[in-house]
């Protein structure tokens, strides 16, 4: 064994591999999870108290992790061996300096930046690497907008640069539309900033998450790809695998390998992309396990959260194999509330080959994810079928605010 290969020592002791973990939802849960496997020590970090991922890690910060300072004054009080962003709202600079000054952050401070900002990740893709894409403006005023509508034609998306599951995301139909569409992403954009992309719409026939996987030993590896149905920008059901012809695959597998190799690190990479007849055309890419990968907990024998903390330790990924066709749904809160209580999962898993995730978030609101029911079967279209049964027989009761 070489004297470089990775080695820890026991949490709670000197020689722990300590991770601070920026963002403590439902996906740095399970990060926890399979770096606790590893005996990697966790500190979970978010904005409120007993987030998800604080429920299983060693350790827990609550700070608002836009605040420079704040994060600084942490990464200096547990000195981590690995800085692993989970969430977009992530004083970005901060993360740069602290990089500059040693520290290591995953994958990188420049990835993490670039795609929390959709502008910084839309020019990279677009403007650089010259890679398909759907037309769009920035805008940073109300006349801006309406001058990127004029250009684009109805209809439209407005997105703030920086938020996460279709937060302040609007389809825009007319003129009229425009101004509340303005406000909205400028109210729940994550940040300071006022800046919005405007998409022109993309006529595409599927839409596909590409789990791409940077090991430390400079492989870059394909999950089978993962359809999936969004609504208001966020995810209700993913499955796994979907079909796709050789040379689509090709194509597809070519662009994620362009954009995960821009950004460099090490890690899992969820890479979105539309399906517009024998093109593929580019969305958008996160720099970590992606919400629609959650369905690899049923259908991979490594999930992607298996994968990430791998990749990111330094140690090998010998191959990446699909164990059966599988699905999830999203189990939604319907009423806000707080200390939420559940029921029905006896009716939930009474079919073979299913399973649940409950989160265990502390407060929910309507349209909120709570937890996600998984399936396995013969056939995508029967997980799916089964996902979504599973997760409609849960119901989520809550105190009112």
């Known amino acids: 064994m070489s004297e470089t290969s990775p080695s820890w020592g026991t949490p709670y002791t000197e020689h722990a591999a300590r991770w601070l973990l920026l963002g403590s939802g439902e996906l740095g849960r399970e990060v926890a999870l399979e770096a606790a496997r590893l005996g990697i020590e966790v500190v979970a970090c978010d904005r409120y108290a007993n987030a998800p991922a604080m429920q299983v890690a060693h350790h827990a910060e609550v700070f608002d992790m836009l605040d420079g300072e704040a994060l600084r004054a942490v990464v200096e009080r547990w000195r981590p061996a690995a800085i692993v962003p989970e969430v977009e709202a992530i004083a970005t600079e901060t993360l740069e300096a602290l990089e500059a000054e040693g520290w290591r952050v995953v994958p990188t401070a420049r990835a993490t930046r670039l795609t929390m900002d959709r502008e910084g990740i839309r020019r990279l893709a677009a403007e650089q690497l010259g890679l398909p894409t759907s037309p769009y403006r920035f805008a940073s005023t109300l006349a801006e907008v309406e001058a990127a509508a004029a250009a684009l034609g109805f209809p439209l998306l407005i997105k703030p640069v920086m938020s996460s599951s279709g937060k302040g995301q609007s389809t825009v139909r007319s003129a009229e539309e425009l101004a509340p569409a303005w406000a909205y992403a400028c109210d729940a954009g994550r940040g300071k900033s006022q800046r919005v992309i405007v998409e022109g719409f993309v006529t595409f026939e599927r839409e596909i998450t590409l789990l791409t996987l940077r090991t430390a030993q400079g492989e870059t590896l394909f999950c089978p790809p993962i359809g999936h149905v969004q609504e208001a920008g966020d995810y209700r059901e993913s499955w796994q695998p979907e079909p796709m012809e050789p040379a689509l695959w090709a194509a597809a597998c070519e662009v994620a390998r362009a954009i995960t190799d821009a950004l460099g ?137």
Not at 372 to 380: G, K, R
């Open 265 to 401: 690190g090490c890690g899992i990479f969820g890479v979105e992309l539309f399906l517009c007849g024998d093109e593929v055309i580019f969305s958008e890419v996160s720099p970590r396990p992606h919400d629609t990968g959650m369905v690899t907990l049923a259908t991979q024998s490594l999930s992607e959260f298996a994968l990430h903390v791998l990749a990111v330790a330094g140690l090998p990924v010998p191959e990446i194999r699909l164990v059966s066709p599988g699905a999830s749904a999203v189990v939604l809160a319907t009423a806000p509330g707080q200390g939420p209580r559940y029921r029905g999962m006896e009716a939930a898993l009474q079919e073979a080959g299913t399973a649940l995730r409950l989160f265990g978030k502390p407060s929910a609101h309507a349209g909120r994810r709570m937890g996600v029911a998984l399936a396995q079967a013969s056939t995508v279209d029967e997980a799916r079928a089964k996902a979504r049964r599973a997760a409609a027989a849960i119901e989520i009761l809550v105190d009112p605010t």
